[in-house]
């Protein structure tokens, strides 16, 4: 397990999945009924972009910094807010220091009677998290493999709630596990809404998972496509892409409207996005 994340925190490919994850749970939280968010490759939840990783590599410089140096106006603020409320919360001076990972996307935005299960196999990011966590009642953080987690933790005890799957894709055969993790955990738990995230560097691999999706028996399949520059297999990470199941209705509509306006921002060359609904409701 190479995978630090502290390297490419707040970068594009994170400013879209997380800007998604946001919208998802702002989604979540127009019931009253509680909701459980299960992030199976959670990471450390808030990183500092100022630490030397994160400078040695830059990408926080050309994702959210870009992002936060237009703020939006209009449909695209109100869209954009329940993601910026938590950038905003974590860094209370006028300059970016910390970002924040999915897990604390997901603590800041639940609400009391939510509930928030954080599963990280790196042993000293595990720490990390737990460490972060431990205060707060409402989260639970477990060492474990993620892939190991999406098989015991769902369905969970809450009707409603997210699966977010977004592993670091250092392994071979991750597309294959993703695809056949997500139709396993969606025949235990039908009605949950499942996001997982990928680099789109092999474009087989990723062509593979959306024919796994839409050969099961699943309905509502979401599937969005984010670049910054030409996909390239080799060198750095240029486009990226999420296929979300039982998608918020809402979703496919908000994103045709966020991932113009991120595509302009963040673009290194030929940037581009799609948003799909490769299979229907
Ligand atoms: N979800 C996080 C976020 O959005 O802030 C980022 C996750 S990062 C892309 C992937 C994480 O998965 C890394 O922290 C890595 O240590 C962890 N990881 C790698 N293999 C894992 C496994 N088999 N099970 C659980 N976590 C794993």
């Not at 431990?134 to 997210?162: H, M, N, S, Y």
Request: proline fraction near 8%.
């Amino acid at each position: 397990m190479n995978y630090r994340h502290l390297y490419h925190a707040g970068n594009f490919a994170d400013v879209v999945k997380h800007a998604t994850l946001a919208r998802v749970l702002a989604y979540l939280a127009r019931k009253s009924a509680p909701y459980r968010v299960i992030d199976t490759h959670a990471g450390i939840g808030i990183y500092d972009v100022l630490a030397d990783e994160a400078e040695r590599t830059g990408e926080w410089r050309d994702g959210i910094g870009r992002i936060l140096q237009t703020p939006p106006e209009g449909g695209i603020a109100e869209l954009l807010a329940p993601y910026f409320s938590v950038v905003s919360a974590i860094n209370p001076g006028p300059e970016l220091s910390a970002y924040p990972g999915s897990p604390e996307i997901a603590r800041h935005l639940m609400r009391k009677t939510d509930r928030l299960t954080l599963v990280e196999k790196h042993p000293r990011d595990f720490e990390t998290l737990a460490a972060l966590y431990r205060p707060d009642r409402r989260i639970k953080t477990v060492e474990l493999d993620g892939w190991l987690a999406l098989g015991a933790f769902v369905p969970p005890k809450e009707k409603r709630g997210l699966v977010l799957v977004d592993p670091a894709f250092e392994e071979p055969g991750e597309f294959d596990r993703l695809a056949s993790g997500l139709i396993a955990a969606h025949k235990r738990w039908p009605t949950g809404i499942y996001c997982a995230w990928y680099p789109a560097k092999d474009a087989t691999a990723v062509a593979g998972l959306a024919a796994a999706l839409v050969g099961a028996d699943i309905r509502d399949i979401l599937q969005i496509g984010f670049a910054v520059d030409e996909p390239q297999a080799v060198g750095p990470l240029a486009a990226c892409g999420m296929v979300l199941i039982n998608p918020p209705w809402t979703l496919g509509d908000d994103l045709r409207t966020v991932l113009p306006w991120f595509a302009d921002r963040m673009a290194r060359g030929r940037a581009g996005w799609s948003v799909d609904q490769i299979v229907p409701e």
